[in-house]
């Protein structure tokens, strides 16, 4: 056994034998996996091999599509065989919000390059006769799915990795894990030691064990999932006597079940409630081929919804019942990249989809490791969109939720309730009382939009289908009534978020953003360190606030600040509270070792955003500072007192109207929230949500993290010429963002108008195509502009499309619409309202 590697992978399950097949095809031959057994012990052996390419997540999408793709041509390289069947996949809907669902992901599959059919009741029929299609509306196929054998194409990517230098060592067991001062991983194993460079995560089950070593709370934890094999059924048989082709995967996602052939019988595999997390504390040492007793009862509704569309289900005998353990995180989604506080450390964790995403995971790890950055946007599977909040309770609620909502209509304005509430401001209770309908982001609850008194719907009032997967809203406690009814069109809380953006633009509105991530920077080198990682010029004087972002090394955009400089080197920072976790380990491996002392301060303050025109009335009643214009201008901050309390009060926004965010100490929020909300009594002054926020930001063609701001985009496509400056002196990312910008920028970042629009708006990632059809871009944000009375949507086109007047179509579940390119910030495009 070697005692030196550049990588060593721990974990030969399909996602690590992926990983160190994708780092060989990148040229690095000096690499090992150590495996504690055989290769597929953990759960690849015993899983149903199903290659979904649906998947309403960009990151999960694009490596899904990689890898069934590489899957094709594994074969050819390695000479094994890897039981591919692309025999395509079928998902049935049977009520308007599922196929809203499908068209709306139609539109994100053709942004990234894959194939989506539509199919009527009778081609369904004529594909899987089988199959009853009473109660259908239709369905969607994917021509490109299908199915693998686990097992052997784990053995192939292991012979292509050997074939290229990888070295494999089976029944190895790590014992222990430690980094060196140097940075290097000393692995510690039953056979010996390997000192390497970089350290990748692949083990599956033994995830938690791993965390334990590492001394990282991963936050994944595994689920049981039950899946029936039946005997074979003399209708399949008689199929393949008659030379038919195989019937193809079929999900009946209202019933929360898939279904495919198998030696002539069936694979039926459903997605239920109650079904409880497994091996929190990581399985027994000697675990091998481990499964769990069967529980058929907790499954019986799912059998006798199969049985009902497929009626030989039901005729065929049980052959087998596995109930094994798949890795899940909060979301559902894997973990893929770069672990927080440690160096060189990669995690390729928590697959509930691992043969699907194993050769994508490991291609986009590889790209990283080897490159420095991923080759696309990963944000949707970052480790480090979790914090410490996501602890073994909460990992607990949040995965078993995450099980079994797979199947669930994935509504863009759905809030998942396990778990909840977690992180409060102190306000959270004073505006619960005033009506808000929260939604959360990183565990803290944020207020989407405040109902009227006593508004709501009895939940018998609400009629849906007898199926399953029914739920279109959060469930009702103590008898409360039903605010909020998700849906992909203008659902009920419209008008409402309406309204508040209305009083924000003719009065005032107070919005609580504690959620924000917050950051401190001081030391005698602050100023020159900032100077040297973001894009933007950082402010010079004591009092003045920025707007900057930190590019990667080929000219994307990573992060985003608000800079406001507090003392002669001291400076704080605000970011998006989705990213904390994600910006303070980038600002921590970026800072020096001297000279800089970083701070985490988001607990320490809360921030209430005050807006309106009448916003520096009110705030005037409060304090002694003079907020006129002459000495308060935009783009500053001042320490102000708040009647008995205090804050810095920072003249910035999202909402695009004169006013002030107010950071303050948290534990004076309800002192001020009481004094700001009495004091706007008079003016008007009510409460607002994210929601309505949101819709004025894109009025204002505001950016945001992960939609139109992305490590894909440079900085100067997605229009932040105003916040870049080559010409300051050197920076993250300069000159690969001069010479890019130089050879011709690949997109455009445009506001559209959308015409002719009724009960739907674009939401971000549908599909924009010129005049003739053609495929011309992708949205990234949308929504109705109530203060200027439109549809709008942001989006990256092709540049030859991205003149102002150009007349574009954009898909909106399934419908095109005519979109007219106009002048960015339709609303207040001279900022007079910001300035004034």
């Known amino acids: 056994m070697k005692s030196h590697a550049r990588v060593v992978v721990i974990g030969g399950g399909v996602v690590g034998v992926g990983t160190l097949h994708a780092l060989t095809k990148k040229g690095w031959n000096d690499v090992v996996l150590v495996e504690r057994n055989e290769l597929t012990s953990g759960s690849t052996w015993h899983a149903a091999g199903l290659l979904p390419l649906f998947n309403m997540s960009y990151s999960v999408g694009k490596i899904h599509q990689y890898s069934v793709d590489y899957y094709g041509g594994l074969e050819e390289e390695t000479g094994q065989h890897v039981g591919l069947r692309t025999v395509s996949n079928i998902r049935l809907a049977q009520t308007p919000d599922r196929w809203d669902e499908f068209m709306y992901y139609a539109g994100v599959a053709e942004t990234i390059g894959v194939n989506v059919n539509t199919l009527t009741p009778e081609q369904i029929r004529e594909i899987w006769p089988l199959c009853n299609t009473d109660g259908l509306l239709g369905a969607i196929q994917h021509p490109d799915d299908g199915y693998v054998q686990p097992a052997d194409l784990t053995q192939a990517m ?23 001062a140097n940075d290097e991983w000393l692995v510690k194993t039953e056979k010996g030691d390997i000192t390497c460079e970089h350290l990748v995560t692949a083990t599956g089950n033994f995830v938690r064990q791993t965390g334990d070593m590492l001394g990282l709370d991963i936050p994944v934890i595994p689920v049981e999932h039950q899946y029936i094999v039946t005997e074979a059924h003399p209708a399949i048989k008689e199929r393949h006597a008659q030379g038919l082709p195989e019937m193809g995967v079929l999900r009946d996602a209202d019933s929360a079940w898939y279904m495919r ?5 069936l694979i039926l595999g459903p997605y239920e409630p109650g079904a409880p997390c497994c091996y929190i504390d990581g399985p027994d040492d000697k675990a091998e081929y481990e499964l769990f007793q069967e529980d058929l009862d907790r499954i019986s509704p799912h059998i006798e919804a199969c049985i009902e569309r497929v009626p030989i289900f039901g005729e065929a005998g049980i052959k087998k019942v596995y109930n094994g353990a798949i890795c899940y995180t909060p979301d559902g989604s894997p973990i893929i990249g770069p672990a927080w506080g440690r160096k060189n450390l990669w995690l390729n964790e928590g697959h509930s989809f691992g043969v699907t995403a194993a050769g994508g995971a490991g291609w986009q790890l590889a790209e990283w490791i080897v490159e420095g950055e991923p080759s696309i946007d990963m944000i949707g599977v970052d480790p480090r969109r979790f914090g410490p909040y996501a602890s073994r309770g909460y990992l607990k609620c949040k995965n078993e939720e995450a099980y079994r909502n797979v199947f669930t209509p994935h509504y863009p304005d759905e809030e998942r309730f396990d778990a909840r509430p977690l992180k409060t401001s102190p306000c959270y209770y004073r505006m619960k009382a005033l009506g808000a309908v929260f939604g959360q982001v990183y565990g803290w609850e944020r207020p989407n939009w405040f ?9 018998s009032e609400i009629e849906r289908p007898n199926i399953i997967t029914k739920e279109n809203h959060a469930p009702v406690v103590d008898g409360e009534k039903v605010k909020e009814l998700w849906s992909f069109r203008r659902s009920n809380y419209f008008e409402h978020v309406g309204n508040e953006v209305k009083n924000v633009a ?11 991530a917050k950051y401190m920077v001081s030391g005698p080198n602050a100023a020159n360190w900032l100077d040297s990682i973001l894009a933007n010029r950082i402010p010079k004087t004591i009092g003045r606030v920025g707007l900057c972002h930190l590019l990667t090394a080929h000219g994307g955009v990573r992060s985003e600040f608000t800079v406001y400089k507090t003392g002669e080197e001291s400076f704080y920072l605000v970011g998006p509270g989705a990213f904390e ?13 001297d000279g800089v002392k970083l701070e985490l301060i988001t607990t320490q303050y809360g921030v209430l955003v005050l807006a309106g025109p009448k916003s ?8 002694d500072t003079d907020l006129s214009n002459d000495h308060f201008k935009w783009l500053s901050g001042k320490f102000i007192n708040v009647g008995i309390a205090q804050a810095h009060a920072l003249r910035v926004n999202f909402v695009g109207e004169l006013g002030w965010e107010l950071h303050h100490p948290i534990e004076m929020q309800n002192t001020i929230f009481d004094l700001v909300m009495d004091a706007g009594a008079e003016f008007g002054l009510k409460p607002f949500g994210i929601r309505a926020m949101t819709l004025m930001a894109i009025e204002k063609s505001y950016r945001l993290i992960g939609r139109e701001l992305s490590i894909e985009y440079s900085a100067f496509e997605s229009g932040l010429d105003r916040f870049v400056h080559p010409n300051k002196g050197q920076f993250i990312g300069r000159d690969a963002l001069v010479k890019r910008h130089g050879a011709g920028d690949a997109w455009k970042y445009v506001t559209l108008e959308v015409h002719d629009i009724k009960d739907v708006d674009a939401r971000g990632s549908e599909a924009i195509y010129d005049m003739d059809g053609k495929l011309a871009g992708r949205a990234t944000s949308g929504g109705y502009g109530w203060r200027v009375g439109k549809s709008l949507a942001l989006a990256m086109v092709q540049p030859e499309h991205g003149a102002v007047g150009n007349n574009l179509q954009i898909k909106l ?8 390119i106009i002048e960015e910030s339709p609303y207040d495009p001279d900022n007079e309202r910001l300035r004034a």
């Open 451 to 459: 109902a009227p008194d006593g508004y709501g719907f009895d939940p």
């Open 158 to 180: 292991a012979a292509g990795a050997r074939a290229k230098g990888a070295e494999i060592y089976r029944n190895t067991r790590v014992i222990a894990i430690e980094q060196k």
């Open 616 to 623: 520096r009335d009110i705030l005037q009643k409060l304090t």
């Open 813 to 820: 579940l399934g419908d095109l619409y005519k979109a007219t």
């Open 581 to 593: 976790r994600h910006d303070w380990d980038i600002l921590n491996k970026l800072a020096p070792d």
């Open 506 to 516: 003719e009065n005032a509105g107070l919005l609580d953003m504690s959620a924000f």
């Open 261 to 265: 052939e198998e030696a002539g019988g």
